[in-house]
């Protein structure tokens, strides 16, 4: 109609000046503010890096659409809810952080990615924030960061639970999280200031009370400590089953992070049973579920950069024992024949080769006996409800299923994989080599100075330098240390046997 | 500004507008009708295609694929049983479902326009068994649906539409979460898809309001209250206060029935044949006349011919075979003469069996003449209901009985040895739907704790569930009875 009206009016010569106005008024202008409105809030650009390995320390898996904090909100909640974290900032919950060039903390840890999305830089989780952690030789020594390994120091239950309190809490709002940034040195604009942000503070409340509603039965769970999550009751927020109906005998089942090195011996020459207890043999769909961690959706998932990470995992291995300390090759000499013995057959025959008649097969649960819990919370029900997911594109779920045991797991790396267990009940491979009877009723979790005579984390201290480590019980439920002993399970050797099988073992 | 101009603009506008319309009419058309064929595999094989396959239910009955899929993260606390919220979305009606796929069995997706969901044949009749609580289902096509809560299902679709959240902005919100729709998806789905269907579901709560009396007990697991379905869908009869709820009865081996010899279908005979079983059972899923006649002929023809061959499954555990020898005399001297006879198919007088008539009730002469008419009127040939006063139950079949638990036509009775006992020592209170099986008692497991959180209850004194009659070989000492049901084991 304006361009109508316009050319009507632009045969009359005095009206010409007054049509440019009107013109420039009603159709530049706009557009002019229309580009920069695109160019201001569309545009969904994530921070990209080059190499791998910084690819996957801080990557995008797409999970910053539906659940990304913005930047300044992540940066400064924990010193606008200080109360709700057991120590200082982010690492208090045993997040990996990186030195810059001073010596100072980097701004974000490992395991979190950054996306441009309308209008935001938003911040959340990748895969590396449960899969990354660090080792040390000795409490005075430096931490060294460790790819792929699980991430036995962070604190999954107190992370959830910082952000749902803290959006609870009176202060988050723009009240306090503005002067905040601003301490912090957040230069906002003034559209960002008086606009952007405030209307964030709210949304993300707003989303973050939603999720902590939907996420209030794990609260009601014993603490799962760091290094584990409750991963199957998780997925069934997926679907909002109501948690508070669910059967109890399916609650509190709270099982280790795994190690992600060697993919491609998991999927060839033969598909292993994926997860502890073996529930999907695909590990390309495994990764899409584990996605689901990083705050994906079917629409929303990065699946380019998800796949850089899945080529990467495919081939990557874990560091050697002898990097950090010494092996003693003639005690693992004699050690080799009887890992042979006793543990090839479900473990594969070395760190490197997975042949074994049951590697990566479920072994039923009467006869390896450990805990049932993590098994019990992955249901009949749950897995036909996951074969639902991803419906409509291609890669729709098609492989979970419902087992009733626990998977034997290839032993890559296996002396950063302490706790050991399913569930992380038994602190070293030492002290799993005993009757259940005879494993340490209590222990902490947490440390990450390495005890290389145990192989195992020290466990025996109750703190380090930050705030103290989790006393882990092992007559809460989900945490019981029972199981994988006998006879089989090399619980009866003598001990020379087990210290010369121990010492094997790290060579994996 | 000349007439010529003028004209011409006139022209150009009147082109605009019918390119629209016809741009507008080929989209409305190929995103609200066209029909397109399931993808092959549903089809590959007879079985796939009883689970899986259109009978051409989604035209009328079938519900938006993304509505279905989102409802149950939408409404989770509607899912309940027995008054309590189960989780489990869908499953949690306890529909047999198959891992790795994408809907349970007895659901059809079918793209009319957009992709849509309906019910087929094997909703009711496929089902399921566990040797022990830590094994995963074995599912048996044609077996009677015993684990599958009907009634929680219509009233589910109809209590989610009820809900003010219902409406476009909640549910476009969790669509949008699951899957990527284009820009003339969403506005179909927000201004068209779901306020119809939410005033479609809304209309069945007229036609369903007897599901919701207080003075009915639910159907529970495995149980439909068929005739009255027929009734006040097919014919549109004003609701009467009878009620019969009866088991999902099994479907295979159905050439066993001939009409010739007396034979007779459905509990209490109301119906000719399997054909005519089977037509008016799709109509009902189907819920109008069909959209395609000759489809839907080639279909009900297709069933017939499968489910006439299908054969009853074997007892999968062990059976003591020398026991069961002695348990084939006290057959032939106890069952053989309803069961393995002349009189097998054919319906008995009440008074000789004594069972509960609830269902009896629910359905006669009059009603059967009025359905028939109804049929015929769609164009449909069979021979259909049976057009006479119904004087009991039919003496059944026991082909693959081991799997048809629980017993009797109302399914009042856990077990077959359970149903050796006189009436007073039969369980008065049990849980059905869980597919455990008790190899002991011959049947599912009914009792335990698990039983009562995955079952709906039964009580034997509630309206149409009487566990009363059919005392026959209740006199037979213990280990007479136990041989017996081992017999019946092989059949």
Not at chain 1, 160 to 181: G, M, Q
Not at chain 1, 249 to 268: G, T
Not at chain 1, 369 to 396: E, F, I, K
Not at chain 1, 454 to 468: E, H, T
Request: hydrophobic share 40%; charged share 20%.
């Amino acid at each position: 109609m304006n361009e109508l009206n316009g050319q009507q009016k632009i045969a009359k010569s005095p009206w010409k000046r007054r049509f440019i106005i009107l013109f420039i008024l009603t159709v530049v202008l706009p557009m002019l503010a229309v580009v920069w409105l695109v160019q201001r809030f569309g545009g969904d650009v994530p921070v990209d890096y080059a190499s791998p390995t910084e690819h996957f320390k801080y990557g995008s898996t797409g999970g910053e659409h539906e659940m990304g904090f913005p930047y300044w909100i992540w940066r400064v909640l924990p010193d606008v809810c200080p109360q709700y974290l057991p120590g200082k900032g982010y690492q208090s919950l045993g997040m990996v952080f990186e030195k810059n060039a001073d010596g100072s903390d980097r701004d974000l840890p490992v395991g979190t990615s950054q996306r441009r999305y309308q209008g935001i830089d938003r911040v959340f989780v990748n895969c590396a924030v449960c899969h990354t952690s660090t080792v040390r030789t000795a409490a005075d020594q430096p931490p060294t960061i460790v790819l792929g390994m699980p991430a036995a120091t962070f604190n999954m239950k107190g992370f959830e639970e910082f952000f749902f309190h803290c959006a609870a809490d009176p202060k988050f709002s723009k009240e306090f999280i503005l002067p905040e940034i601003e301490r912090q040195g957040g230069q906002l604009d003034l559209l960002d200031r008086y606009v952007v942000y405030p209307v964030a503070i709210a949304i993300m409340r707003d989303r973050v009370l939603a999720l902590a509603g939907r996420f209030d039965w794990v609260s009601r769970q014993h603490a799962w400590g760091p290094g584990r999550v409750d991963t199957f009751n998780s997925a069934k927020v997926i679907f909002n089953f109501p948690m508070a109906h669910l059967d109890p005998d399916e609650f509190d089942a709270p099982a280790d992070f795994p190690s992600l090195w060697r993919q491609r011996q998991r999927k060839e020459p033969q598909e292993m049973q994926l997860h502890w207890d073996g529930n999907n043999t695909t590990v390309e769909e495994r990764n899409k579920s584990a996605a689901f961690g990083t705050g994906t959706t079917p629409p929303t998932i990065d699946l380019e950069r998800i796949s850089r990470v899945e080529d990467w995992i495919l081939e990557v291995t874990p560091p050697s024992f002898s990097q950090f300390f010494p092996v003693d090759a003639e005690l693992a000499q004699r050690g080799a024949p009887i890992y042979k013995a006793y543990c090839a057959n479900c473990h594969g025959a070395s760190g490197s080769d997975f042949s074994g008649e049951l590697v990566g097969k479920v072994t039923p649960l009467a006869e390896i006996g450990t805990d049932r819990r993590r098994l019990d919370s992955y249901t009949y029900t749950l897995a036909v409800n996951q074969a639902t997911l991803y419906a409509g594109y291609p890669w729709r779920f098609t492989h979970f299923r419902k087992t009733h045991g626990y998977a034997n797991m290839p032993l890559d790396g296996v002396w950063l994989r302490a706790p050991y267990l399913h569930n992380g009940s038994v602190p070293s491979l030492r002290e799993l080599l005993e009757p259940a009877a005879a494993r340490p009723a209590s222990f902490y979790r947490g440390n990450d100075v390495y005890d290389p005579l145990k192989v195992g984390f020290v466990s025996d201290q109750a703190q380090g330098n930050g705030p103290p480590f989790f006393l882990f019980d092992t007559t809460a439920p989900g945490n019981g240390n029972g199981g994988h002993t006998g006879k089989a399970y090399g619980t009866e050797l003598s001990a020379d046997e087990k210290t010369a099988l121990v010492e094997f073992m790290k060579t994996f | 500004m000349s007439m010529r101009s003028c004209r011409n603009w006139f022209r150009a506008i009147g082109v605009v507008i019918i390119v629209t319309i016809v741009v507008g009419g080929v989209i409305g058309y190929d995103r609200g009708f066209r029909e397109r064929p399931q993808p092959d595999w549903v089809t590959a094989d007879f079985e796939t295609r009883f689970k899986y396959g259109s009978i051409g239910a989604e035209h009328d009955a079938g519900i938006p694929y993304w509505i279905f899929y989102v409802l149950p993260r939408v409404f989770p606390e509607k899912l309940t049983q027995d008054g309590k919220v189960l989780p489990g979305g869908y499953a949690s009606l306890g529909v047999p479902w198959e891992q790795g796929q994408e809907l349970p069995a007895g659901f059809s997706k079918k793209t009319i326009g957009f992709p849509r969901v309906a019910n087929n044949c094997a909703v009711c009749h496929t089902t399921s068994y566990r040797e022990s609580p830590d094994a995963n289902p074995v599912f048996v096509v044609g077996g009677p649906a015993h684990t599958t809560n009907v009634e929680g299902f219509f009233r589910y679709l109809i209590d989610c539409a009820k809900d003010p959240r219902f409406n476009a902005d909640i549910l476009m919100a969790e669509i949008n979460r699951v899957t990527n729709l284009d820009f003339i998806d969403q506005l179909l789905y927000r201004f068209f898809v779901i306020p119809i269907t939410k005033k479609r579901l809304l209309e069945r709560e007229q036609q369903f309001a007897w599901i919701y009396r207080p003075d009915f007990p639910d159907w529970g697991r495995g149980r439909d209250d068929a005739m009255n379905l027929t009734k006040y869908f097919m014919i549109g009869a004003p609701m009467d206060d009878t009620f019969g709820p009866t088991d999902m009865p099994s479907v295979w081996n159905l050439k066993k029935y001939v009409w010739d010899k007396g034979h007779r279908m459905n509990y209490a005979g109301d119906s000719s044949d399997a054909y005519s079983v089977i037509m008016d059972s799709a109509l009902g899923l189907l819920g109008a006349a069909p959209a395609n006649k000759q489809e839907f002929v080639e279909q009900v023809q297709w069933l017939h011919s499968y489910l006439s061959e299908l054969p009853p499954p074997k007892y999968p555990f062990a059976i003591d075979q020398a026991k069961a020898a002695e348990g084939k005399a006290l057959f032939d001297a106890n069952c053989a003469s309803c069961h393995a006879s002349e009189l097998t198919g054919r319906p008995l007088a009440l008074a000789e069996v004594g069972t509960d008539r609830g269902r009896l009730d629910s359905w006669n002469k009059g009603a059967a003449i009025k359905a028939n008419q109804v049929v015929k009127e769609m164009g449909l040939e069979r021979k259909g209901l049976v057009e006479e006063d119904l004087i009991g139950y039919v003496a059944p079949f026991l082909d693959g009985i081991w799997l048809k638990a629980p017993y009797l036509h109302n399914g009042s009775v856990p077990t077959l040895r359970d149903l050796l006992e006189p009436v007073g020592q039969r369980p008065t209170v049990f849980w059905r739907g869980y597919d455990v099986y008790d190899q002991a008692r011959v049947g599912f497991v009914s009792d335990t704790p698990a039983a009562k959180r995955v079952g709906t209850r039964l009580d034997t004194g509630s309206i149409g569930g009487s566990n009363q009659g059919h005392e026959f070989g209740t006199a037979l000492s213990a280990a007479e009875k136990e041989a017996l049901v081992e017999y019946l084991k092989t059949l």
